[in-house]
């Protein structure tokens, strides 16, 4: 209190009031309690936990996005549950039931909007972006189609759907300068591409030859794309039913390589700088990481963090990762150069991780 | 409890050789790994909603076999690469009880 008093007063002497109360959150973040509905706020700088949210409902498989001041967080629930959270307040701002069956959600380039992808009524939603000029992209699993909801011309959306992207998609990644959206098909071979540059986006076939392969393959969890990873002109996208990446040029859309993996990929995330691509996997390998290095394909460094490895986030420069290790109940914080364990933190089943630099970035 | 002492005792015969069912274990696969495609709540996802009300007209036997066998052509995996036929009736037994929450 004595500190605070004299913050006040060294405030009051430089005239700004107002300045004991200034929080910062450009380096805070939020980590998904899935089981218990709540999110935990960190600190990425300091390596810790400074508060629990409660109170958001169903959070399994749950994401969410930040407002452009990155202050408010956008949460999607699983159970259609949308909350706003207020990262300086640390508390729900507001929150409300938009369905029944949501899956995730994306925020426009202006940060006016907030679109929630759900699966009933109707198709199933999948891989929901935003993409530059107040659009979203969405496509469904069940008709294997893409809609680009252009907003630009106020609420009521200009719907441009395009068809035939391949049969049962099941995630969509949209790359960082809003350009180029793929999605993964489970229900045939490939992925397919479409430029959102184009007056009228045709699909493109990527990989047409790659698939779940002669024998297909059980697949206990669906890769995920939003990790993709852009590692100088090349993505990594995590093979479904295989163990291994795929690597694909970034202008050609032709294959340049595959990595045998562990297991099956679910996350494929490359490091800030590229130079780096790490990967964890489904059950019950979910207890792996590997890393790979992006200029020679090779896998560099291999270990285990524990129980249900859900998710990874690198900090915005890329010199620390948070691990969520689910059935420990721990976020593990490595150095992404030494690969050495820094800070484990307590949590609540943690899934997904989310620093407030997401903001800032278009698909995420 | 006395059907679960039952099925536990059957499966003690008939599998003498396998280590015994454990029920955390199992209900932690259906909520966490099931629940990635059908929902933590078992309400549906990518796939339907296995809730009891939704499932009770299936006999145990059919849940037990799509979930060793999966269904082909859809996102459903077989799952006997992973777990046991007993630990498939189990589970079967555990999602039409409904005890889910």
Redesign the interface.
């Known amino acids: 209190m004595k500190t605070l008093i004299s913050a006040i007063a060294l405030a009051a002497t430089l005239g700004t009031a107002a300045l004991a109360d200034t929080i910062a959150t450009g380096d805070l973040g939020l980590v998904i309690e899935r089981a218990k509905g709540s999110v935990l706020l960190i600190d990425q700088s300091d390596r810790a936990s400074l508060a629990r949210i409660e109170g958001l409902g169903d959070l399994s498989h749950a994401s969410l996005v930040y407002s452009p001041d990155e202050r408010f967080a956008y949460v999607f629930g699983r159970d259609g549950g949308l909350t706003k959270v207020d990262i300086v307040e640390r508390k729900i701002a507001n929150r409300v039931v938009q369905g029944g069956n949501s899956i995730g959600g994306a925020i426009s380039d202006d940060g006016k909007l907030v679109a929630v992808s759900n699966y009933e009524p109707g198709s199933k939603t999948i891989g929901l972006v935003d993409a530059p000029g107040r659009r979203f992209v969405f496509t469904m699993w069940d008709t294997g189609e893409t809609w680009i909801a252009d907003m630009s011309k106020g609420n009521d959306p200009e719907i441009t759907k395009i068809t035939g992207m391949g049969k049962n998609p099941y995630d969509a990644l949209v790359t960082g300068n809003g350009r180029t959206y793929i999605t993964g098909l489970f229900g045939e071979d490939g992925l397919t591409a479409l430029d959102l540059w184009a007056d009228t986006p045709e699909p493109i076939r990527v990989l047409p030859n790659y698939g779940r392969g002669q024998e297909e393959m059980p697949v206990y969890k669906m890769p995920h794309l939003e990790g993709w990873a852009l590692t100088g002109s090349e993505f990594v996208l995590p093979a479904v039913g295989h163990h291994e990446v795929l690597w694909v040029d970034a202008q050609t859309l032709e294959e340049t390589g595959r990595t045998k993996t562990y297991s099956q990929p679910v996350f494929a995330m490359a490091r800030p700088d590229g130079r780096q691509v790490w990967v964890n996997f489904a059950h019950p390998m979910n207890d792996t990481i590997q890393v790979i290095d992006t200029v020679t394909k090779q896998v560099i460094h291999q270990f285990k963090p524990g129980p249900a490895v859900l998710h990874m986030e690198f900090t915005p420069r890329g010199h620390e990762i948070w691990v969520s290790v689910r059935d420990e109940n721990k976020v593990k914080v490595y150095d992404t150069h030494s690969f050495e364990l820094l800070r484990e933190i307590e949590a609540d089943s943690p899934s997904g991780i989310f620093f407030t630099a997401r903001a800032h970035r278009t698909g995420l | 409890m006395r059907n679960l002492l039952a099925l536990l005792l059957l499966t003690g015969t008939a599998h003498a050789g396998e280590p015994a069912l454990d029920p955390t274990a199992l209900t932690?696969l259906v909520h966490?790994?099931c629940?990635?495609?059908h929902?933590?709540?078992l309400?549906?996802?990518?796939g339907p909603d296995i809730r009891p009300e939704t499932i009770d007209h299936y006999d145990p036997d059919v849940l037990q076999s799509v979930i060793l066998d999966?269904i082909p052509?859809t996102?459903m995996?077989?799952?006997r690469?992973?777990i046991s036929e007993a630990e498939a009736a189990w589970i079967a037994d555990y999602l039409l009880k409904g005890d889910t929450e």
């Open positions: 932690r966490q790994d629940g990635s495609c929902g933590l709540t309400k549906g996802g990518l999966g052509d996102a995996p077989p799952w690469p992973l």
